[in-house]
């Protein structure tokens, strides 16, 4: 069928179809069956009225005063037909549809093999049709025995097929009348369920087509034993699926959007092409030109960050099989301070590439620099009062004959305390000269081991007076390292310090080193009672104490790993603490430092 029909046309025609093969198939095979049964008939009215022709002319002719000629016309008169005799010697021949016997203007008939052969009486009597142009005649065939005027012979009897045909004609023309009837009707019918069907269609057309314009109230009427009951249903069942999906879809959008809209915290939502899908009030609160407009950008054009563009575009770049998370913190022209979550989807959902939320440290950061800066003003103006306190007790330790017995002991507390607090005083001062610095520090290749030698001569006194042998594990040559030699040095014075101080008297402390892709990890580990699993997080932060194991009585000013965490992390390394090996006591402290060389085995 043309592409061009509609499903209306085409139901049409292929009932059209159906119709009049289901009607004209069966119609032509009855009409070849009566036509067979008309031809068949015939054949026998001609055998039988030959048969009865054949005994009036033997019956007739021996007592008529009638020529034999004028015999057989009569009777070809009466019964309608054309009779032809032909005698045994060919002498004699009569066609009654002939005015003279010239008998070479008779026509003779020789049955066919085709021909059906019947007895009658005790004559074999040959029938058949013969064809000429458009005209059929029905031929009967039989002897003839002869009279006393007539000799034997052979006569035919033919009579036109039309004269018989009637009844087929009328059977036929009621056939198809019929046909022609019930076509119409079929026509009319098919029509009339091709357009209700096409209705019911263009019904449920206009329903789904409503349904997914958003008009979701819209529902298919439909009545038991209607044609596409099912389906109705069925479109009818998927529209309220849909709408309770949508209802439930919008009320989750709304509470997201009620949780985003409400959060403090900046949220930035990137679709998987890196760009700009979607932000939060918080978001254009704190960046106001990050408006609508800014839909579809690139997080540079809203966020004056190359760091923040650069890390975003380095995310999409990789392949994850998990979720992402990223840690990134910035500085935005307008002197702000922020700490962003990066997140990035493994499988992309509804478009969304990855997820920023922006904490605004801002506030902290104004603290920390006030706290910063109040530290190091009042460590600054302690270091003169503590100096004149130092130096006058001193004096007087000098001269302590001159004192009363007890005044001695008093000045010893007094210049004690007096060194403690002025070691504390250097400590803040250095930790705020560090934390101060936005420059890296002088990185310059070195040798470890000088650092080390120069911390350990610093340690030398305090160790001889715990008895406690320092080993180092590292070779003659050294370990060659990327860092600065001041600040290197005071790490490893620092960790050793502290390692003596927690030692018990007459123990070892040792250092030694490892090889870390490209960095050093250098190790020292005391043989005191150890940090507890809880507190190795926090031993790091300024003036924390494990309150079990390090007192006051330490004389420690809390500051020293501090100090050294913050050294380790401006060389782009990491510090962190672990339990001694089994079998001893203690704890380890581990910093990486980069490596200059290609670093030496460690020594077993």
């Not at 458009?134 to 009279?147: K, L, M, N, P, R």
């Not at 390292?481 to 030692?503: M, P």
Request: aromatic share 6%; with cysteine.
């Amino acid at each position: 069928m043309p592409r061009g029909m509609t499903f209306g046309s085409r139901l049409l025609v292929s009932f059209l179809f159906v119709v009049v093969f289901a009607l004209l198939g069966p119609a032509l095979f009855v009409a070849g069956i009566v036509d067979e049964h008309v031809r068949l008939d015939a054949k026998e009215t001609a055998a039988r009225q030959l048969h009865l022709i054949n005994r009036l002319v033997s019956q007739v002719d021996s007592s008529s005063g009638l020529t034999p000629k004028q015999t057989l016309a009569d009777i070809a008169n009466d019964f309608h037909v054309r009779i032809l005799y032909e005698s045994t010697t060919k002498q004699i021949r009569i066609d009654t549809l002939q005015s003279t016997s010239q008998s070479h203007a008779e026509q003779s008939f020789s049955p066919p093999q085709s021909a059906t052969t019947k007895t009658l009486g005790k004559y074999e009597i040959s029938t058949w049709i013969m064809s000429k142009g458009h005209d059929e005649s029905v031929i009967a065939q039989t002897q003839f025995s002869g009279t006393n005027r007539l000799e034997p012979g052979i006569l035919t009897l033919t009579m036109p097929y039309s004269s018989l045909e009637s009844p087929f004609d009328e059977v036929s023309g009621t056939l198809f009348s019929v046909i022609g009837l019930s076509l119409c009707l079929g026509l009319g019918l098919s029509f009339i369920l091709t357009r209700r069907i096409r209705n019911s269609i263009r019904e449920m057309i206009a329903v789904v087509e409503a349904i997914g314009q958003g008009r979701r109230n819209k529902r298919l009427k439909f009545y038991p034993g209607e044609e596409f009951g099912a389906m109705a249903r069925s479109i009818n069942t998927m529209a309220d699926n849909i709408e309770i999906h949508l209802r439930a879809v919008t009320e989750q959008k709304i509470q997201l959007e009620a949780i985003l809209n409400g959060m403090r915290e900046g949220v930035m939502v990137l679709d998987k092409t890196g760009r700009i899908a979607t932000i939060n009030k918080a978001m254009m609160r704190i960046f106001p030109k990050t408006a609508e407009s800014s839909i579809g950008k690139k997080p540079i054009e809203v966020i004056a960050s190359p760091d923040l563009q650069a890390t975003c575009d380095e995310l999409f770049s990789t392949e994850h099989t998990a979720p992402h998370v990223l840690t990134l913190e910035i500085e935005t022209d307008t002197e702000r301070f922020f700490d962003i979550n990066i997140v990035k989807l493994a499988e992309p959902e509804a478009g969304i590439g990855a997820i920023l939320v922006f904490h605004d440290l801002s506030d902290f950061r104004k603290m920390e620099n006030m706290r910063r800066d109040f530290v190091a003003n009042v460590s600054h103006e302690l270091r003169t009062p503590l100096t004149s306190v130092k130096g006058y007790a001193e004096t007087l330790i000098g001269e302590a004959d001159k004192q009363p017995p007890h005044a001695r002991r008093f000045l010893e507390v007094i210049l004690k305390n007096a060194n403690h607090m002025s070691k504390m005083v250097e400590d803040l001062l250095c930790l705020a000269r560090i934390e101060n610095e936005k420059d890296d520090p002088t990185i310059e290749r070195m040798n470890a081991r000088d650092a080390l030698n120069s911390a350990w001569r610093e340690c030398t006194l305090q160790a001889k007076d715990k008895k406690i042998d320092v080993h180092i594990n590292l070779p003659q040559e050294g370990v060659m390292v990327n860092a600065d030699f001041g600040q290197l040095s005071q790490v490893f014075r620092n960790l050793i310090e502290n390692a003596i101080k927690y030692s018990p008297a007459g123990e070892n402390v040792t250092i030694s080193f490892q090889n870390d892709n490209g960095n050093v990890i250098f190790c020292v580990q005391d043989s005191g009672p150890g940090i507890p699993e809880e507190d190795r997080e926090r031993i790091f932060e300024r003036f924390y104490r494990v309150e079990r194991h390090r007192t006051k009585a330490s004389g420690g000013t809390g500051l020293g790993l501090a100090i050294a965490k913050h050294i380790v992390e401006r060389h782009h390394g990491r510090i962190w603490v672990e339990p001694a090996e089994r079998g001893q006591t203690g704890a380890v402290f581990r910093f990486t430092i980069p490596a200059a060389d290609p670093i030496p085995a460690s020594p077993k």
